[in-house]
């Protein structure tokens, strides 16, 4: 069965600095894999998607993710975090074995002070 | 772009009350999902539907159910709401298999 481990509940960064969101998956075959974010009292916006070929991919509002099979792993990154960041982020994962539903993480809460 | 809507943002029921919460989607989406949201647990399936008339429970099916009679309305039924049932619910839709899921903006219930 597929899982999805967000270790870091909360994360505090300030503004300009660096950002990595920690994400790592349980399936048994190759797995298809989002990030969303929310805004408060928002729903959820799809950020990025990994399916296939190149394992670095390029998401909205300058966030970036790469897969790394070796290591079950998908985190998201940031080079300069900005304070409209600050959000919960969900880390999801799907099955290619023809059912549609997504498994997702606990969510990790990033607070960006000044 | 694709628009999932929900007929309530904010919701207060009192216990034993029959609740209906409603969803639609704009895109002619095949799948349809509702979630509830609560802190620490992340988002939780309650049910989904492949097509019209077609409902499959979710991790947390206990205590709901759901209908599908058109394509663009998928309806979310707490039969007798309880105090534990006090969450954010999230619909989704998605065209097929094997793609994203886009959101509604949530409904937040209390049941008081």
């Known amino acids: 069965a597929q899982s999805v481990t967000q270790p870091d509940i909360h994360i505090t960064v300030s503004e300009g600095a660096s950002l990595e969101l920690r994400c790592n998956y349980s399936?048994?075959?190759?797995?298809?894999l989002f990030w969303y974010v929310q805004s408060p009292g928002q729903g959820l916006q799809l950020l990025l998607k990994?399916?296939?070929?190149?394992?670095l991919v390029q998401g909205i509002k300058g966030f970036e993710a790469e897969f790394k099979r070796s290591q079950s792993s998908f985190n998201l990154r940031k080079p300069s975090v900005h304070w409209s960041d600050a959000a919960e982020y969900f880390c999801a994962v799907g099955a290619k074995d023809g059912a549609n539903n997504l498994f997702f993480g606990t969510g990790t809460r990033l607070t960006v002070i000044p | 772009d694709v628009k999932v809507t929900q007929s309530s943002r904010y919701l207060v029921k009192r216990t034993g009350e029959k609740v209906f919460l409603e969803c639609v989607q704009d895109?002619?989406?095949?799948?349809m999902f509702w979630y509830r949201q609560d802190p620490g647990l992340g988002l939780r399936l309650i049910y989904f539907?492949?097509?019209?008339?077609?409902?499959e429970k979710g991790d947390i099916p206990e205590g709901y159910s759901v209908s599908r009679e058109k394509k663009e309305r998928f309806s979310l039924i707490l039969e007798s709401a309880s105090t534990n049932q006090t969450s954010m619910y999230l619909c989704?839709?998605?065209?097929?298999?094997?793609?994203?899921?886009?959101f509604g903006p949530g409904t937040r219930l209390t049941v008081t």
């Open positions: 399936y048994g075959a190759t797995p298809y």
């Open positions: 989704a839709s998605s065209p097929g298999d094997f793609y994203e899921q886009y």
């Open positions: 539907s492949y097509d019209v008339k077609m409902k």
């Open positions: 990994y399916f296939s070929g190149d394992t």
């Open positions: 895109m002619d989406h095949e799948n």
